[in-house]
């Protein structure tokens, strides 16, 4: 898997690009808008991580370029500029995502995943972990072939770790995505634990080959056993 | 008080003392004068008697239509002694011809004829009514105040307006004026030097606040923006320092609390660059907003929340509020509050909503004492020492209240506190 990282900003494009190569990515990375405009059309890229604010240009110039080019790379933008102008004008052009700075490392990587798993499969979006196999569009949990019923904070917190497995899950993270941005201010964690100890229950009735692992302090990670 | 009443009043005031003075010194100069001519008269004629009388001829008869009379009495030397030889008085006296008693100015002159007897001399003469005088002079005096307040009152006003002109279109302009908008051309002409030092100066300080407003707004922008690099790049090193497999428990409880607090600095930032953007307003796309639904899915959301501090919460509505506004903001106010409503709130407490077409109102249990309204508002304010709060949820409330024309009011009721939101024209 080959990635173009395009990020003016030296010490984050060094970070960003350390973690993708941890993650077995390829990574090329591009520091101007020249840089990133001459490297596409010179290589194909399975995946471009662009960032819209360059030094000498915007990025979105570089999506326009693809299209000129008749290129269909995947683009997830990264942006300081978390505008809804800005998100719309990049969605319309062609890009995949758009990822706000800052932003976890890890859920990075899941859109990078996400992005794949969805050019691959050709609009089909089934999600697989295991003998778990989940329809994100109509939010229908399989355990063997047979449907499980999950809440819907149940299931929002399986996709979450579905989409994030083997990697350490802080349990703040997961309130954020699961509950929305207002759970900062919440003093105890308690109704995480709560809806992770039921999911857990019913995975283990269902014999679902996976397991979420508690890690003290911290969090919890995603764990698939082998059959 | 419009500054052409209060100079008018003034002016009206200041004429009155001016007139009273001015009647009073008018009275007594003429009453001096009147006195003056009657004094030289009477002892013209008291000469001419005392001539007479000493030369032996024939006195002049009483009562010769002149309205005059005289006495001569022989006096003693005591009482000759006693007086002053030229006395002049006020009296008022009986008049045989008219029959009335008059005030009259009388001269007293004692004289010694050839043998050397004494006699006192007493001549009189009407004079008029001083007390007349008084009412006519005071007459006069109120009438022409009061014309001549008229006249002035008229001419004032109209001299008022006149010259005032530029002041009133430059307080109409300053009533105009925001430093969030772009003011409106100041078209005030006027040869007045002060009220072109006025408009001049009022222009240069206008400017300077927008100026002073747009550099403070983008300060904070641009902080903010401006943080968010290096703030991405400390949580991802952190992100990438949890992938050492080599870390012992306590480091990584270690590192997830800096995590923690690094993820607070994150949302203060994102808070303040959505406050600035608020206030750039750069949320302009409107659209229909049921609040219920809003409500009712954010509190959905919360549910688990809720129920893990045992606070319960009730929607009772009474109508559907439907909003034109744009729905990021109005989903960023309704969840702010109910956060507030139930950050502040004890275990076992309660949230209580109630809403109509045209208000919202979220009352929360907690703290005993009324919070004050004046300050709960303002950013950073923090009534409580709690660490999770940024101190910010209120004052963007605020802010998306103030630049969306929304009311919001705080009250404590029944030791509840209370959120009342009122729309007004953009309710649908």
């Keep these: 898997m080959k990635i173009l990282l395009v990020e003016d900003e030296p010490a984050l494009r060094e970070i960003i690009r350390k973690f993708l190569e941890k993650e077995h990515y390829i990574v090329e990375s591009a520091a101007t808008f ?24 915007n990025g979105l110039a570089v999506l326009k370029h693809l299209k000129t080019l008749h290129k269909h790379e995947n683009v997830i933008i990264i942006s300081a500029k978390d505008s809804l102008d800005d998100r719309v004008a990049g969605l ?36 697989e972990a295991g003998n778990i196999r989940i329809n994100p569009d109509s939010h229908e949990v399989l355990v063997n072939g047979k ?26 993270t997961l309130a954020e995505a699961v509950w929305g941005d207002y759970i900062d201010q919440v003093d105890s964690f308690d109704f995480i634990y709560a809806q992770v100890k039921n999911l857990r229950k019913k995975l283990t009735e269902a014999a679902a080959s996976v397991e979420i692992k508690a890690v003290y302090g911290f969090g919890y990670k995603f764990i698939i056993n082998e059959l | 008080m419009k500054l052409v009443y209060r100079i008018t009043i003034r002016l009206s005031i200041a004429l009155l003392m001016l007139m009273a003075a001015w009647g009073a010194i008018f009275y007594f100069v003429i009453i001096e004068e009147i006195n003056d001519e009657t004094d030289d008269s009477l002892e013209d004629y008291s000469e001419a008697i005392i001539m007479r009388a000493l030369a032996g001829e024939s006195l002049p008869s009483n009562g010769n239509g002149s309205n005059n009379s005289y006495y001569i009495k022989s006096i003693s030397a005591e009482y000759a002694a006693q007086n002053s030889h030229i006395r002049y008085s006020d009296e008022t006296v009986y008049i045989e011809v008219k029959r009335e008693t008059e005030p009259a100015r009388v001269l007293n002159t004692i004289f010694r004829d050839g043998d050397s007897n004494l006699f006192e001399l007493t001549v009189m003469t009407p004079t008029i009514e001083k007390q007349d005088l008084k009412e006519t002079v005071l007459y006069w005096i109120v009438a022409l105040y009061i014309l001549l307040l008229l006249v002035i009152i008229v001419i004032n006003v109209w001299i008022f307006h006149r010259s005032f002109r530029p002041l009133y279109r430059l307080l109409q302009w300053l009533d105009g004026f925001s430093v969030n908008r772009e003011p ?7 040869k007045v030097s002060e009220f072109r030092q006025l408009n001049d100066t009022v222009l240069k300080n206008a400017k300077r606040n927008i100026e002073m407003y747009e550099q403070q707004k983008d300060f904070i922008g641009n902080a903010s923006h401006e943080l968010q690099t290096p703030l991405a790049i400390c949580q991802n090193k952190l992100e990438m320092l949890l992938y050492d497999d080599s870390l012992t428990e306590t480091q990584l409880n270690e590192i997830s609390e800096i995590r923690q607090t690094l993820n607070r600095i994150v949302k203060l930032n994102k808070t303040l660059l959505l406050l600035s953007k608020i206030e750039n307003e750069q949320f302009p796309d409107k659209e229909r907003v049921s609040i219920n639904q809003l409500l009712k899915s954010i509190v959905d959301d919360y549910a688990e929340i809720y ?36 950050v502040h709130n004890f275990d076992d407490g309660t949230i209580e909503i109630s809403i109509n077409s045209t208000t919202i109102v979220i009352a929360n249990t907690g703290q005993e004492q009324p919070l004050d309204e004046d300050k709960i508002f303002k950013r950073f304010y923090r009534n409580s020492q709690r660490e999770s709060s940024s101190g910010l949820g209120l004052a963007m409330v605020a802010s998306i209240c103030k630049n969306s024309g929304i009311a919001i009011r705080y009250f404590f009721r029944n030791d509840k506190h209370c959120f009342e939101v009122r729309g007004s024209d953009f309710v649908v």
């Design chain 2, 307 to 342: 129920a893990s501090r045992s606070i319960s919460v009730s929607v009772e509505e009474a109508g559907e509020m439907i909003v034109l506004l744009n729905k990021t903001l109005v989903s960023v106010l309704i969840g702010n509050l109910l956060k507030n409503a139930y």
């Design chain 1, 92 to 127: 319309e052009l062609g890009a995949d995502d758009y990822l706000p700075k800052p932003f976890h490392l890890a859920e990075l990587n899941a859109r990078i995943k996400s992005v794949f798993r969805r050019s691959r499969m050709n609009g089909e979006l089934f999600i």
């Design chain 1, 34 to 57: 020249n840089d990133a405009l001459i490297k596409v059309e010179d290589y194909d890229y399975d995946c471009i991580l662009l960032d819209i604010m360059l030094p000498d240009g």
């Design chain 1, 147 to 172: 449907s499980i019923e999950l809440n819907r904070k149940e299931y929002d917190i399986l996709h979450y770790f579905v989409t994030r497995r083997g990697d350490l899950v802080d349990k703040n």
């Design chain 2, 184 to 190: 409106a051309p100041l078209n005030n002409e006027t």
